[in-house]
């Protein structure tokens, strides 16, 4: 009735081959998740492996959407830090109420070490990375000329730690004190969310080593 044969005994693996086998692929299985996954669809890369394939970088713009997703999802409006006009024009002295008054930003941030202008068509990203010791500072103040945008500023560990210190959504600007958690890279990114190019202008000053532009 059947043509199958059954295998026979010494036809079986053994319970040493079955064990080996399975430990094989439990390694391989390690090391795909260690040096692809991870790198890929987390920005994790322990190994360093992920960064020389390039698959890190496709992790952290993964990562970054994914950010901006929730941010768009987020009913917040609004900058922290942001002072009214209103109260602005309040605080000048009646003395010198003819006289124009400099901008809350270089108010509170008179020396900036450097300043970078990116303009975004609709719809277009970009993103800043300071790179930074734990425990190291920088001051920023960031304003764009018309329109907004939705923005989130996070850091991303040497040793694969990750976090976010801010989003913002539908922004004209924000200025404050970036304090590193970890050493990294930490930074902002930026997506232009309205129907018109706008030019981002970003000013920092404080303890970093570098300044650079990664997307």
Do not use: C
Request: proline residues 5%; without cysteine; aromatic residues 6%.
């Amino acid at each position: 009735m059947y043509n199958t044969e059954l295998p026979t005994r010494t036809e079986l693996p053994t319970t040493h081959q079955l064990i080996r086998s399975t430990l094989i692929a439990l390694g391989a299985a390690a090391v795909l998740l260690v040096t692809v996954i991870l790198p890929a669809e987390y920005a994790v890369d322990p190994t360093g492996a992920g960064r020389v394939l390039g698959l890190t970088q496709m992790g952290e713009i993964k990562q970054q959407l994914a950010a901006e997703a929730e941010a768009d999802a987020a009913i917040t409006i609004a900058a922290a830090g942001t002072v009214p006009e209103a109260q602005a024009e309040e605080s000048v002295p009646s003395e010198e109420a003819n006289e124009p008054s400099a901008p809350v930003s270089e108010q509170s941030a008179p020396a900036w070490r450097d300043e970078v202008l990116l303009t975004l068509a609709p719809g277009q990203a970009a993103e800043i990375k300071l790179v930074m010791k734990q425990g190291e500072a920088a001051g920023y103040d960031w304003v764009v000329d018309r329109g907004h945008v939705n923005s989130d500023l996070h850091g991303d560990g040497t040793s694969g730690q990750s976090t976010s210190y801010r989003k913002g959504r539908a922004e004209q600007g924000d200025s404050g004190k970036l304090t590193a958690a970890f050493d990294g890279s930490h930074g902002w990114f930026w997506r232009n969310r309205s129907d018109v190019s706008v030019t981002i202008r970003l000013r920092t000053n404080g303890t970093y080593s570098e300044l650079k532009r990664v997307v």
